[in-house]
């Protein structure tokens, strides 16, 4: 069979050139080329989807408090761009490009790319919401007709989490979308390579990966896809190469692009 490329994923966007999670990092991670977009969403008071990490807005916004606390329009009033340079702040043109993103535009963005490309979404917990942010996860894909019965590699969208609640939640509503199983350390069940029920990609961190490298042979032999996180510097990327993995997640996609000969 024939290997394919190791697909290379924006996380957070290209999120070394511009804000995390805002359209102006998506807008270049396409520009630069990536195959696929990482983002993570969580649900607000009002229950819209946004692409934010942490549970609260202090540390990427001029705002404060809990993304679940806070409605859309709240949100929309906040700077989510100008802490990346707070010496000299870049000039992002149009506010929409650090406002808030809404997990909606970023499908939009995806749709009007002009080429494929792939979206990998990660739920965040714990969260108030339990089951609500997936069931409306499921709702918003349903409406981009991004939930259709399509190969499983070829799929269009996958949702990954480090909760293996919210992945059985998803596999059971819709098995026919791909999710990935998140880990930041070496699993109890590492031995037989066995991935939380409804999962069928692993996804462990570069951390894991350096520091135990036959836990992907493993894996692969089991018949899992293995996508990396957060990878950005050179020799880790080579590493990843060496290991045969399916997909690297990096916040420097144009420089991960250009190592693998893409560029």
Same mark, same amino acid.
């Given at each position: 069979?024939?290997?394919?490329?190791?697909?290379?994923?924006?996380?957070?966007?290209?999120?070394?050139?511009?804000?995390?999670?805002?359209?102006?990092?998506?807008?270049?991670?396409?520009?630069?080329?990536?195959?696929?977009?990482?983002?993570?969403?969580?649900?607000?008071?009002?229950?819209?989807?946004?692409?934010?990490?942490? @549970? @609260?807005?202090?540390?990427?916004?001029?705002?404060?408090?809990?993304?679940?606390?806070?409605?859309?329009?709240?949100?929309?009033?906040?700077?989510?761009?100008?802490?990346?340079?707070s010496e000299?702040?870049p000039d992002?043109?149009?506010?929409?490009?650090?406002?808030?993103?809404?997990?909606?535009?970023?499908?939009?963005?995806?749709?009007?790319?002009?080429?494929?490309?792939?979206?990998?979404?990660? +739920?965040?917990?714990?969260?108030?919401?339990?089951?609500?942010?997936?069931?409306?996860?499921?709702?918003?894909?349903?409406?981009?007709?991004?939930?259709?019965?399509?190969?499983?590699?070829?799929?269009?969208?996958?949702?990954?989490?480090?909760?293996?609640?919210?992945?059985? @939640?998803?596999?059971?509503?819709?098995?026919?979308?791909? +999710?990935?199983?998140?880990?930041?350390?070496?699993?109890?069940?590492?031995?037989?390579?066995?991935?939380?029920?409804?999962?069928?990609?692993a996804g462990?961190?570069?951390?894991?990966?350096?520091?135990?490298?036959?836990?992907?042979?493993?894996?692969?032999?089991?018949?899992?896809?293995?996508?990396?996180?957060?990878?950005?510097?050179?020799?880790?990327?080579?590493?990843?190469?060496?290991?045969?993995?399916?997909?690297?997640?990096?916040?420097?996609?144009?420089?991960?692009?250009?190592?693998?000969? @893409?560029?």
């Amino acid at each position: 069979m024939t290997q394919l490329p190791i697909q290379v994923v924006a996380h957070r966007g290209a999120s070394e050139d511009a804000p995390e999670h805002t359209l102006a990092a998506y807008v270049k991670a396409i520009e630069d080329g990536s195959d696929a977009l990482e983002c993570d969403v969580r649900l607000t008071a009002d229950g819209h989807l946004v692409c934010v990490h942490d @549970r @609260r807005v202090n540390r990427t916004s001029n705002g404060r408090g809990a993304v679940s606390a806070l409605e859309l329009a709240e949100l929309a009033a906040l700077d989510f761009g100008s802490w990346k340079d707070s010496e000299e702040s870049p000039d992002w043109g149009d506010r929409e490009f650090t406002s808030v993103l809404t997990l909606e535009r970023l499908l939009e963005l995806v749709a009007d790319a002009g080429r494929p490309i792939q979206l990998a979404i990660e +739920t965040k917990h714990p969260t108030r919401w339990r089951g609500q942010v997936e069931e409306r996860l499921l709702h918003l894909l349903k409406r981009f007709g991004l939930d259709g019965p399509v190969g499983y590699e070829e799929s269009p969208v996958r949702v990954m989490s480090f909760s293996a609640r919210s992945l059985h @939640r998803i596999a059971a509503a819709a098995p026919q979308i791909p +999710t990935v199983s998140l880990m930041q350390f070496l699993p109890l069940r590492a031995r037989e390579a066995r991935l939380p029920a409804g999962a069928r990609i692993a996804g462990p961190g570069i951390r894991l990966v350096r520091n135990h490298p036959s836990y992907v042979e493993r894996l692969h032999a089991a018949g899992h896809q293995v996508h990396v996180w957060t990878v950005n510097e050179p020799e880790d990327v080579e590493f990843c190469v060496e290991l045969g993995v399916e997909a690297i997640i990096t916040n420097r996609p144009k420089q991960v692009l250009e190592q693998l000969g @893409r560029g």
